[in-house]
């Protein structure tokens, strides 16, 4: 993929006429599943559960007379084109081929490929990994040096099994001044919330404060051309795509957001979800710190681009309000439980800005 033009980056506004579909959208009926696994070659269906991770797709794990998997129904409008399914599957079997920990898809007995359609929708089938989901905060500091070095690697390894990506002339970061405009929008119709909580005195609260810190932080914007190197990612990197087994990663998973972006950017974002405080969005800055280091050695970052795509993922944060766009636009609540903590990681990283630039470079 090659660019040549000046791109618009995160933080991305939702789509408002798109349906809130993803998990919304209405369960795959039994007999459905059954007709699905007849694609493949893994014996009669016996048990389906839905799997509750995740807001984007449906999936399930299903046991079959062969054993157990996890079929994945695509229903995202962003992720769901048979196109980018197969190329996504491509590169994670040329990751698996690597050695590195990603399970690939199978292939379906009645077709070439690993996609099947099915009811207008498409599906994969996946093995099931054993593992479990871990805070970083519950991560040992070897660990954390081990997932930031594995984020190293994916990143180095994407290159060589991806097609070969041209820089970008720059990124447009977002204007505080279109940001402040929907922010007093937001807040208005949290004033007018009926019936009225305290998330809604909350966000009233935070985004009086946001107002400040965007009028305070306005010089600040980054300029197109300061960003680090563009390159594959995973795309969303976090800890519900994360398995841990036995002290290691035992699997990175869903990769329907694979593609060129900025990537040490990549790094960040995903050391401010992992190592966050679950209450208050403050970061361990001791497991980040590791976390970074362990990244850089790699090779995939010099400390001159974590620091960039630190200030960059910082004040796409400050002009970033998809939680309170899904709330109160699209009347889709499944983003709610994370908004306190997310809006205290900003005003807290507005305070100590040096420290976290400090941990992710130094």
Partial sequence: ?????????????????????????PPVPHLALAEVLRRYRVGRLLTAEP?????????????????????KCYVDAATAHRGSIAEHHRAMAALDTLGLPVAPPLACAERSGTVAAFGGRLFALFPWVDGRHRHGGDLSLPQCDALGALLGRLHGALDDVCAPVAQPAGYRSADPSDSARLARDLRLSAREQRPYGELDALVERRLTERLDLLTEYAHRRPAPQAAPPTGWTHGDFHGLNLLHEGGRIAAVLDWDKLGPQPRAEEAVRAATLLFNDRTTGTLDLVRVRHYSQAYRATGAATAEHLATAAHRVWWERLNDFWMLQWRYQRADHRADPLYPASAGQLAWWCQEYEQVLDAFAN
Wanted: charged share 15%; proline share 9%; aromatic share 8%.
């Fill in 1 to 25: 993929m090659t660019f040549s033009q000046t791109l618009a980056c995160a933080p991305a506004r939702p789509d408002l006429t798109a349906p809130p579909i993803g998990t919304l959208s």
């Fill in 51 to 71: 799997v509750a991770e995740g807001l984007l797709n449906r999936g399930y794990r299903v046991t079959t007379e062969a054993g157990t998997y996890f079929l």
